[in-house]
């Protein structure tokens, strides 16, 4: 720590200096991960994928991609309906949304 080195309070005794070699350590991973080099799939993965599973991987995630699309587009097209001093209920006028199943006060 920067500070340790501009004062050290006479009761405290360094034993090691940890800060500097953690410093080291994350700028060798940090270079590592920034130059492709790790992780490679080959050595650090222990989880093997044939090409008939990562086809269905695939396909599940372009699935999940398409309905969060369309649940995004729904709720932006709700939200532009709606009026918001009604939301914030700034008139007391109770607004309720279409999936909501409470009633109108």
Request: proline share 4%; charged share 35%.
């Amino acid at each position: 720590h920067p500070h340790y080195k501009a004062f050290t309070p006479k009761f405290c005794k360094k034993f090691v200096d940890l800060g500097s070699k953690i410093q080291e350590g994350l700028e060798g991973f940090k270079h590592e991960v920034e130059s492709g080099g790790f992780p490679s799939l080959s050595e650090h993965s222990p989880y093997k994928m044939s090409e008939k599973e990562a086809k269905i991987f695939h396909q599940m995630l372009a699935k999940d991609e398409e309905e969060r699309k369309l649940h995004h587009d729904q709720k932006a097209k709700q939200m532009k309906e709606i009026d918001e001093y009604d939301v914030l209920n700034l008139y007391g006028g109770g607004y309720v949304a279409a999936d909501d199943k409470r009633s109108k006060e």
